[in-house]
């Protein structure tokens, strides 16, 4: 419909010499058509990123899962993604780390460190 109406005024404009104008409703027609597009372009692209972004968090919710308990955090630097959130607890000269990874719709993975090396991983 928004379609043909676009159409109509082209074709209208192009006929009409002397500066005559679209009318009120045609103007609103056609923003209402550039609105629709700009929205379909839109979504397009955060379609397209949103898939982009759920193959490397895929990716890295792997990457977690296959690490090697007794790994140093130093040696996690070969996974890009990077934790929502560490929580540190000290008792004496020992230190305890919770990694937390979390993936909205796939749950949360957590790291979990004593003196800087990974003791366990729960998913």
Known sequence: MRKNILILCTAAAAMCSGGCGLTPDHQ???????????????LARDQAERARLEVKWKNCQRQLTELEIGSSMLELDK?????????????????????????????????????????????
């Open 28 to 42: 609103l027609a056609l923003n209402e058509l550039a609105t629709d597009r700009q929205y379909q372009q839109d």
């Open 79 to 123: 996974i890009w993604c990077r934790p929502d959130k560490i929580n540190t607890t000290k008792v004496g000269s020992t230190t305890v780390d919770q990694w937390v990874y979390d993936f909205v719709e796939d749950g949360t993975v957590y790291l979990y460190f004593r003196n800087g090396r990974l003791t366990g991983i729960q998913y």
